[in-house]
T-cell receptor
Framework: DAGVTQSPTHLIKTRGQQVTLRCSPK?????VSWYQQALGQGPQFIFQ???????QRGNFPDRFSGHQFPNYSSELNVNALLLGDSALYLC???????????FGQGTRLTVV | AQSVTQPDIHITVSEGASLELRCNYS??????LFWYVQSPGQGLQLLLK??????LVQGIKGFEAEFKRSQSSFNLRKPSVHWSDAAEYFC????????????FGAGTQVVVTP
């Protein structure tokens, strides 16, 4: 079992650009959540996908969007990047109403 | 407002000494409670969780946590720390009707000295 896998591990983007981050959930999991962790802070919930639909959303602007595919993998898209979007982006997967979430290693995004 | 508070930003402990990390939450009902650990540059690993039942829960790596409803607390403990326990620890909560949406505290950085 590969666990939750995220790609890429690191990337650097310029302000105003768009970025796509990818996540494959743990085998058997059908729910994917995305979190943003700024340096020195706890993770902040961005949104959650289940059955290919966004089910819950945190306090993030519409520049943050996502998608879930039939195989339960997911993408996080961020448009019009700001310097403040620099953070570690974590993907977590879980199964059904069991809220035990398993996290990937994260994607470190740097916006310059 | 709903919140999760970890009062200690940084704790230094000697190897072999005991460790206690504090976590308080403010919610209308008892949420699901979790402790995660994050090593430098890594994702989060679940140490233990509380959903219901016995208020003292055992986790991995020798950690345990006690839920106290009257104090809205869920403190993490370890009787004897190892150098490998140096990491950042996060308390998190999820509402029972908001599955998968975790709210994290700001974290406690644990440093272990020889």
């Amino acid at each position: 079992d590969a666990g939750v896998t995220q790609s890429p591990t690191h990337l650097i983007k310029t302000r105003g650009q768009q970025v796509t981050l990818r996540c494959s959930p743990k085998s058997g999991h059908d729910t994917v959540s995305w979190y943003q962790q700024a340096l020195g802070q706890g993770p902040q919930f961005i949104f959650q996908y289940y059955e290919e639909e966004e089910r819950q959303r945190g306090n993030f602007p519409d520049r943050f969007s996502g998608h879930q595919f039939p195989n339960y993998s997911s993408e996080l898209n961020v448009n019009a990047l700001l310097l403040g979007d620099s953070a570690l982006y974590l993907c977590a997967s879980s199964f059904g109403r069991n809220t035990e979430a398993f996290f990937g290693q994260g994607t470190r995004l740097t916006v310059v | 407002a709903q919140s999760v508070t970890q009062p200690d930003i940084h704790i230094t402990v000697s190897e072999g000494a005991s460790l206690e990390l504090r976590c308080n939450y403010s919610y209308g009902a008892t949420p699901y409670l979790f402790w995660y650990v994050q090593s430098p540059g890594q994702g989060l690993q679940l140490l233990l969780k509380y959903f219901s039942g016995d208020t003292l829960v055992q986790g991995i790596k020798g950690f345990e946590a006690e839920f106290k409803r009257s104090q809205s607390s869920f403190n993490l403990r370890k009787p004897s720390v190892h150098w490998s326990d140096a990491a950042e620890y996060f308390c998190a909560v999820a509402l029972t009707d908001s599955w998968g949406k975790l709210q994290f505290g700001a974290g406690t950085q644990v440093v272990v000295t020889p």
